[in-house]
């Protein structure tokens, strides 16, 4: 057993596959993976039964059964949930018969993480194909469908029509070039050039972290290895976010030409793209690309690129935890340094960008650095997709400047008597209305583009509670910080929802979030307190209104202890019950 | 050699060496579960977490820097780990008077060395099964911490394979290496060093129980900064 991160062979031939490519595929073809598979797979793969278990149940896609015939997932996002997601559900439920969570039979119903279609909500993956805008009607007629036990191969097309809603299109979407054009000038002029270019031209990572490109790019050339890798990170998880989806599925040529780019800049043989499971819609079309490239010249010579699909594990958007899950592993966040760009995939120096990283790097190649100066502030230059979707008359995709206001934002979607704007998902921030002349630029406001309005209907406690059950539920479970204290804040937020809260509770969970601030193994769960703690910074009254008078209240709910002994006995009458009052 | 500056006190260290290798070659206690001096590091407990040039960071995967500040024993440290502490005692369950590794567990010595003696956070009380189908140990994963000191030691020490982690968030778990998941199929042999090296009660070797009493146990005689480590299979 080699350690994590350890330099192991690897020849260009094959990177295409692992262990969790090999599930991925036994999970379409067979409706899940059973213990026989497990068996036979482990074999192949020189790993023993219980670490493809480990591996199976990580990834919320992967079943530990086959024979899955229907499989129906709901975007839980608090977005869709606003457009109506629960009862979208509960039709479902009604209609197929079928139990929410359960986890027994051919069709299956539950929830799962944002699936990338805030602006088109309530969506839902069916055996992981997105299909939008469900209303009542659609609902009935996918539950008919699932109850006559009809393939979903033989639904119709349309059902699956996916809108770009691209608003506001700027230089980054406008831009197109012929196949070659970019890497062409960028061979011209030479990897130093091209590098001293992207530094001039001032690109910083889109993922949200905003790390120069350049300087990336400059570590990994300079990186000793057999190898050098190049992975794009189409991972895009972050609640509310859907601009890549836009990007893969219009502008992946200069996607893949963005890499090959970054190929001749760091001398890397070894391609891959990491597309999260949600977006399984979009790899035929990202597979015609790469084709088509091929045949052009751009990849496939001395740099070929390869597709991996994650599946349904936001942890894996976290460069380190995305190279895991490509070398077929959990997704589980490595110990930095070393970093990715000295020993990335397999142990080789790798660059991971972000999507829209790679298209703009394209753009600089082919313009030049002052392409992407002409817009933005000095530290944040060119433009940002923002993911604009909640209460706003025009949810879509705005290319918009660095340094625009979130008013200015607000104003283009047509958002109206806005009482917050969650900029950058649940790991951004909840951003007051007495904070909309704040900026969205690296120097303020930084973000990977989701921006989720809520307007003064919302009840912000609700969608707090939203963000920290979906971090809850995507830990990976590595490091005690977060895998408890996401648990922990959840109960207090379900105790003060309930009526049951008190200041001390508040306090607590200061505490929590103190220390999954500073404690946590990865940004997971140093980000995964913030919404809690933005809601009781600039909302108090959202929280306060909730709050029972007394100072201390114990979190132990006598009378929900009792539920089991209320199950077993049959009884729900008022005398089976603690009442509160009487207390 | 370079130097930590740990507490205002100062400390010569070898560099390539991590805070915590540092403080524990000169003596200086910082309180941990997850490491061990003689497994790489891993840093999932985060119970070592320190300040370095004002930083908080894991000791044990952090690299000493020759003049680095390391504040070890400030309160608002300290009262980060005891946070850190009481949370792995209530994902769990964790019964001291009712668990034979009381007074040689490492995370009841760790709390009494940090002031943690009673529950201050809500309990999960998960149901966790016990698994007791080997001949000579016992696995109770009530009371497992998720340190993966039996994972390294298994595939480190005793060149085997048989422990890996299964789920994910706060379901993650313990699972074992074998066709029905159950210690007995496994490869396990009680002479492995991944049968003892469990700081908690989880992985139990059979038939020792309570052969020294309860009152002359490793930490009842001396606390951990003074006893070190749990021994390995001492219940």
């Known amino acids: 057993m080699t350690p994590r991160g350890a330099q192991t062979p690897v020849t260009p031939s094959d990177p295409g596959d692992s262990l969790l490519q090999a599930l991925v595929r036994r999970q379409w073809t067979h409706g899940g993976i059973d213990e026989i598979a497990m068996a036979e797979i482990a074999g192949r793969y020189g790993v023993s039964v219980g670490e493809v278990r480990g591996v199976v149940h990580f990834y919320a896609f992967l079943d530990d059964a086959s024979g899955v015939t229907h499989d129906i997932r709901v975007s839980d996002n608090i977005v869709d949930r606003m457009a109506g997601s629960a009862e979208l559900m509960a039709l479902l439920a009604r209609e197929t018969g079928l139990s929410p969570g359960e986890s027994r039979g051919p069709a299956r119903l539950s929830f799962t993480s944002c699936i990338g279609l805030s602006d088109q909500g309530p969506s839902l993956l069916v055996n992981g194909l997105a299909m939008a805008r469900v209303d009542a009607g659609r609902a009935a007629q996918i539950a008919e469908r699932v109850r006559r036990g009809e393939s979903v191969s033989r639904w119709p097309a349309s059902w699956f029509t996916i809108e770009d809603n691209v608003r506001l299109p700027g230089r980054l979407l406008r831009g197109a070039f012929a196949p070659g054009e970019a890497l062409g000038r960028a061979r011209r002029i030479g990897s130093a050039a091209l590098l001293d270019e992207l530094e001039a031209s001032g690109l910083r990572g889109r993922g949200g972290a905003g790390f120069p490109t350049a300087r990336k790019w400059r570590l990994c050339a300079a990186a000793p290895g057999a190898h050098r890798v190049v992975v794009c990170n189409a991972d895009e998880g972050e609640p509310g976010t859907f601009k890549d989806r836009v990007l893969l599925a219009n502008h992946a040529d200069r996607l893949l030409e963005g890499m090959a780019v970054c190929a001749a800049a760091t001398g890397a043989d070894i391609g891959l793209v990491y597309l999260r499971g949600e977006y399984r819609n979009l790899l035929d079309g990202l597979e015609g690309a790469i084709s088509r490239l091929r045949a052009a010249g751009v990849i496939g010579d001395g740099f070929d690129v390869h597709v991996h699909l994650g599946a349904g594990a936001y942890i894996c958007g976290e460069e380190s935890a995305l190279i895991e899950s490509l070398e077929g592993h959990r997704g589980v966040p490595r110990i930095r340094p070393p970093f990715p760009v000295t020993r990335g995939y397999r142990g080789h120096p790798t660059v991971v960008n972000n999507v829209e990283t790679f298209i703009a790097a394209a753009m600089v190649a082919l313009n030049g650095p002052g392409w992407l100066r002409e817009e933005g502030t000095p530290q944040s230059a060119g433009t940002r997709l923002l993911s604009v979707s909640g209460d706003c008359a025009s949810p879509g995709i705005y290319e918009v400047p660095f340094g625009i206001s979130i008013a200015e934002v607000l104003e283009r979607c047509e958002a109206r008597d806005t009482r917050a704007v969650q900029v950058g998902g649940p790991a951004g921030s909840l951003v007051p209305a007495t904070r909309f002349d704040h900026r969205i630029s690296h120097e303020d406001y930084s973000t990977g583009g989701s921006f989720m309005v809520f307007d003064d209907s919302r009840d912000l406690l609700d969608v707090v509670t939203n963000f920290t059950r979906f971090f809850t539920h995507e830990s990976c479970g590595f490091c005690t910080p977060c895998r408890v204290g996401g648990a922990l804040l959840g109960k207090r937020l379900d105790k003060i929802a309930g009526g049951g809260g008190t200041r001390v509770d508040v306090e607590t969970m200061r505490q929590f979030a103190g220390v999954m601030r500073s404690a946590s193994h990865c940004g997971l769960g140093q980000t995964a307190s913030n919404p809690v703690m933005d809601l009781i910074e600039y909302f108090p009254e959202a929280i306060d209104a909730r709050l029972c008078s007394m100072d201390y209240a114990p979190a132990f709910d006598l009378d929900a202890a009792l539920r089991e002994a209320r199950e077993l006995t049959g009884r729900d009458d008022p005398r089976a019950h603690l009442d509160r009052s009487e207390a | ?235």
């Open chain 2, 1 to 235: 050699m370079s130097v930590l500056i740990v507490d205002g006190r100062e400390i010569e260290f070898e560099p390539p060496a991590t805070i915590i290798e540092a403080c524990n070659k000169a003596g200086v206690y910082l309180p941990h579960l997850c490491w061990r001096p003689d497994f790489s590091p891993h840093g999932s407990c985060r119970v070592c977490t320190v300040r370095a040039n004002g930083r908080e960071v894991a000791a044990c995967i952090t690299a000493a820097e020759d003049g680095m500040r390391v504040e070890n024993t400030a309160d608002d440290i300290v009262e980060k780990r005891k946070t850190l502490l009481s949370m792995l005692f209530v994902e769990g369950n964790h019964v001291c008077p009712a668990c034979e590794k009381s007074g040689n567990c490492q995370l009841q010595a760790v709390a009494y060395y940090h002031g943690v003696t009673a529950p201050t956070l809500t309990y999960f009380y998960p149901p966790r099964p016990l698994d007791a189908s080997h001949p000579d140990v016992v696995i109770d994963l009530n009371r497992c911490i998720l340190c993966e000191l039996c994972v390294r030691a298994s595939r480190q020490s005793d060149g085997k394979n048989v422990f890996s982690i299964g789920g994910r968030g706060i379901d993650a778990h313990l699972v074992v290496n074998s066709e029905t998941g159950r210690l007995g199929d496994s490869e396990l042999d009680i002479d492995d060093r991944a049968a003892h090296i469990c700081p908690v009660g989880a992985i139990l070797p059979r038939r020792g129980a309570f052969q020294t009493p309860i009152g002359r146990r490793k930490y009842d005689i001396d606390p951990i900064d003074v006893a070190g480590d749990a021994s390995e299979g001492e219940t």
